[in-house]
């Protein structure tokens, strides 16, 4: 068993937080109670897909009980077995040395791995897991939260649970392997984790009842996902959002970057109006652009900006003066960008 700690406040400093911490305590025994007091594992058939033409099917033996795995887990064939199956056959499987393979003999090892069909081998004598963390003190996001996640066989975490008061902080727990009898009780087939969760925040209520975790409403019934707007402005006068209207038609322009590349740009000036649907609302410019094949960003070929937009001023707009400005404002942008990515002037301009 090993302990380790990370202050997170060190590379992410956060205003209003006292202690954000995460911990770890791995390679801890697991208890496995009844298979131990039995002496005994009970094997039982695991995988993922229906056996059907055209679709990915794999089936390996675990224990039904404490979830643990043979070492190797075995390649069963799926025409032969079906997940959730009693299996009585032998643990006689041959574990591959993978750190001493390399390159070529890797990659044969592992598709030979996928494809030939090989029991199990023998049981661990000892399985491990672990236990996690983080520990927030102060500030953090939202009102009010908390979840309880239970995982599915091939989540990294097996159960999970956070809660989080606003502003007296947060505690998110989570184990490794361990709650694998409770996992597999109530989530035994699939690779969906489910969720029990209620938070509030902006004025809003949700909630998850043993939801899909990771999946859109439209995959679970109705009951197990809602919310509840308590936001009476927004009920009555609208949700607050960004309306833009083109003005005059779009016109190219030359964007000159320090590095000494050009760029031609199409800009659109547009008129931003920001409100509720009834009231009153708040209106400026903005410059949406495009330019094709792109602006490099990122050293070589690594990523280039095909698009954005600019705020320019008032007066800018009514003066027309706004496409210079546009121009300047895009070209301190993106050498800003190219400041952060690493890009090399001598190399890239080059090759221009």
């Known amino acids: 068993m090993y302990a380790h700690s990370v202050d997170y406040r060190k590379d992410d400093p956060h205003r209003g937080q006292i202690v954000n911490r995460g911990f770890w305590l791995n390679d801890l025994p697991r208890v496995m109670l009844v298979c131990r007091l039995l002496r005994r594992h009970k094997p039982v058939v695991d ?9 990915d099917a794999a089936r390996w033996v675990c224990c039904d009980r404490c979830g ?3 070492d190797p887990q075995g390649n069963l064939d799926p025409e032969q077995w079906a997940v959730g199956q009693p299996y009585a056959g032998p643990f006689d499987g041959i574990r591959v040395g993978w750190e001493n393979l390399r390159g070529p003999e890797l990659l044969a090892a592992m598709k030979d ?19 996690g963390g983080q520990l927030i003190l102060g500030k953090t996001f939202g009102l009010f939260g908390f979840e309880v996640k239970v995982g599915n066989a091939g989540s990294e975490n097996t159960l999970a649970a956070s809660l989080r008061i606003w502003p007296f902080g947060a505690l998110y727990l989570h184990t490794e392997r361990f709650g694998t009898w409770l996992q597999r009780r ?19 209520i949700r909630w998850q009842l043993w939801a899909r975790r990771d999946e859109s409403s439209i995959s679970d019934p109705w009951w197990m996902r809602g919310s509840i707007n308590l936001d009476l402005a927004e009920r009555i006068l609208g949700p607050k959002r960004y309306d833009y209207t083109d003005v005059g038609d779009p016109l190219m322009v030359t964007v000159r970057m320090p590095h000494g590349d050009d760029h031609d740009v199409e800009l659109q000036l547009q008129r931003r109006a920001f409100g509720r649907r009834r009231g009153r609302k708040s209106y400026g410019w903005s410059v949406d ?50 400041s952060r990515y690493g890009y090399r002037p001598s190399e890239e301009t080059s090759a221009l």
């Open 68 to 70: 643990v795995r043979p």
């Open 113 to 131: 791995v996928k494809t030939r069909h090989t029991p199990p081998g023998p049981w661990p004598t000892s399985p491990k897991g672990g236990i």
């Open 186 to 204: 109530l989530v035994p087939k699939g690779y969906h984790s489910r969720v029990i969760s209620l938070d509030v925040d902006d004025w809003r």
């Open 47 to 55: 995988g993922y897909g229906p056996h059907r033409p055209g679709l």
């Open 289 to 338: 652009w495009s330019a094709r094949p792109g602006i490099p960003t990122k050293p070589g070929d690594r990523g280039s900006v095909w698009g954005s937009a600019v705020d320019v001023t008032d007066q800018a707009a009514e003066a027309g003066d706004w496409p210079m400005v546009a121009a300047a404002a895009i070209a301190s942008t993106l050498t800003a960008d190219r």
